[in-house]
């Protein structure tokens, strides 16, 4: 079993800044990939960047692509996600997410992801 604990959710406005941390505990040799999705009210919950932990390769939306930057520290099994220029469309829950599966490609499909933390709430306030 893997355990995820996100924090540094929060409001901001437009244009502002956040990082969420995401630290990662238990079984976490056996984890390939972490990331984040995120769920609107009335919306699916789909991808926003994810990270192999062991080459660091990583993932991202179009919609976040040059404003947010997911980074991994593998000492401390934690991911970090930096947002910057964030958007009012930003606003969701953020999820943290852990899968020991290989993706083959399909990094934004939830259902691939076995672990999830409990959340952190993102709000852009326009």
């Known amino acids: 079993q893997v355990q995820l604990v996100e924090s540094g959710g929060g409001s901001v406005q437009a244009g502002g800044s956040l990082r969420l941390d995401c630290a990662a505990s238990g079984a976490v040799w056996n984890v390939n990939f972490l990331g984040w999705f995120r769920q609107a009210p009335g919306k699916e919950r789909e991808g926003v960047a994810v990270?192999?932990?062991?080459?660091?390769?990583?993932y991202y939306a179009d919609s976040v692509k040059g404003r947010f930057a997911i980074s991994r520290d593998k000492a401390k099994s934690t991911v970090y996600l930096q947002m910057n220029s964030l958007k009012p469309e930003d606003t969701a829950m953020y999820f943290c997410?852990?899968?020991?599966?290989?993706?083959?490609?399909?990094?934004?499909?939830?259902?691939?992801?076995?672990?999830w933390g409990q959340g952190t709430q993102v709000t852009v306030s326009s």
């Open positions: 997410a852990a899968t020991t599966s290989t993706l083959g490609g399909r990094w934004g499909n939830k259902g691939l992801y076995k672990y």
């Open positions: 990270v192999y932990i062991g080459g660091g390769m990583t």
